[in-house]
């Protein structure tokens, strides 16, 4: 079962949210504001987590840039959903920070469950590959280490450029191919 962590200080928007995903197969966690959210998420990293902007203790713009910073964390995909932060330039800032999607409260159900679906499709697309960037990054930093000839060294590089340019040529998120690239870069 998917799990997906809701950050949101009005118990009316978690109630919902939470009617709206268990209704459609999703398991549920809820926290109040971004420092709960962090607590919960490391003691059991949901699937998905799904956050407001504007919260006490900690806002949703300070959890995104702590959720992007954090290992284990920053894979999990994480989208803004706000009716209060609505400008183009909060977006902009939102995806910026590494924000997976900008939804605007209220959304139609079935529109907002269908971009939630596209997310992690995309995000579980996307693991592997990544994953597999990562190692040979690893390895490239070994041969380097070693003395490994320059022109294996290019030969890996070429490797993972092309790797880098199928995940951005693949992904039709705004948050998932880019910004997951730019992390690698």
């Not at 713009?61 to 284990?72: H, Q, V």
């Not at 609505?86 to 939804?103: H, K, M, W």
């Not at 993972?160 to 693949?170: E, F, I, T, V, Y």
Request: net charge negative; aromatic share 6%.
């Amino acid at each position: 079962m998917t799990r997906i962590l809701i950050v949101d200080d009005k118990e009316e928007n978690v109630y919902y949210l939470q009617a709206l995903l268990t209704g459609h197969g999703f398991g549920v966690d809820s926290a109040r504001h971004g420092a709960e959210a962090l607590v919960k998420a490391r003691q059991a990293p949901p699937d998905m987590l799904i956050s407001d902007l504007l919260m006490p203790v900690m806002d949703g713009y300070t959890l995104l840039r702590l959720w992007k910073a954090d290992a284990r964390l920053k894979q999990i995909p994480f989208v803004v959903y706000t009716a209060t932060y609505t400008e183009p330039q909060d977006e902009r800032l939102a995806l910026s920070l590494g924000a997976d999607a900008f939804i605007l409260k209220p959304l139609e159900p079935e529109v907002f469950l269908a971009r939630l679906r596209e997310i992690l499709a995309i995000a579980a697309a996307a693991g592997p590959v990544l994953q597999r960037i990562a190692e040979q990054r690893a390895e490239l930093s070994a041969m380097i280490g070693a003395g490994v000839p320059a022109s294996v060294q290019q030969m890996m590089l070429g490797g993972l450029a092309r790797m880098k340019s199928n995940l951005l040529n693949n992904a039709d998120g705004p948050g998932m191919g880019a910004d997951a690239v730019k992390e690698i870069a």
